[in-house]
Structure formats: C-alpha cells, structure tokens
Nanobody, 124 residues
Framework: QVQLVESGGGLVLAGGSLRLSCAASGRTFSNYDMGWFRQAPGQEREFVAYISWGGSNRDYADSVQGRFTISRDNAKNTVYLQMNSLKPGDTAVYYC?????????????????WGQGTQVTVSS
C-alpha cells in the first residue's frame, strides 16, 4: 500500500501561482511513477502531469504545458506540482496518484493509489 496526502491548495487570483505537494508513505516511493490529475465540478477527472520514477521523463496536458511543472524528491518521498499563470479554468480538486513501475500513462484507471485531493480555486 502507498498512502498519498496532498497539500498546498487554496484560493488565488488569476495570474498567480501555487505549489502543490504530495507526500507518500508506505512502500518504496522511488519505485512508482507519479501523476497529477484534476477534477472540476461536473467534469471527469483529467490528466495534468506525469513524472517517471527517477524524474527523467515528464509529460503534461496541453492545457497546462508551459505553465505547470512536475518534480519529485525521492529522498523526501514527495512529488510537487508548481502551477504558474493560473487561470479560472484551472479551478478543480487536484489529486496525486502512484503507478507501480509500468511506465508512462495518462489514464487514471492505470494508477494504483490516490490521495484525497486538494482544492485549487482561481478567481478572476
């Protein structure tokens, strides 16, 4: 089992920045690829960003490319999502997820463990 706890969400004005953190506990964090997803009210949960277990491979949804950066610190068992130039359309609950060593994926069904989520609200 891997337990994931997100933090860092909040209310921010459009154009502002937030950094989300996801702290992992349980099994060896460095064995897991990590993803960030988000879910807005009435919408399906969608892929935001991916980072491989060692951090060498990253990918982003087109909607956040160039504004968001995913990173990880395996010594701290933590993955981050730096979000800049936030827009009202980024408002959602943000979830981190872990996927055991099977490589790149944007599909939420292919992630094994999920956090409870952290709310991000961007006002105009």
């Amino acid at each position: 089992q891997v337990q994931l706890v997100e933090s860092g969400g909040g209310l921010v004005l459009a154009g502002g920045s937030l950094r989300l953190s996801c702290a992992a506990s349980g099994r060896t964090f460095s064995n897991y690829d990590m993803g960030w997803f988000r879910q807005a009210p009435g919408q399906e949960r969608e892929f935001v960003a991916y980072i491989s277990w060692g951090g060498s491979n990253r990918d982003y949804a087109d909607s956040v490319q160039g504004r968001f950066t995913i990173s990880r610190d395996n010594a701290k068992n933590t993955v981050y999502l730096q979000m800049n130039s936030l827009k009202p359309g980024d408002t959602a609950v943000y979830y981190c997820a872990a996927r055991y060593g099977l490589g790149y994926s944007r599909k939420r069904d292919e992630y094994d463990y999920w956090g409870q989520g952290t709310q991000v609200t961007v006002s105009s």
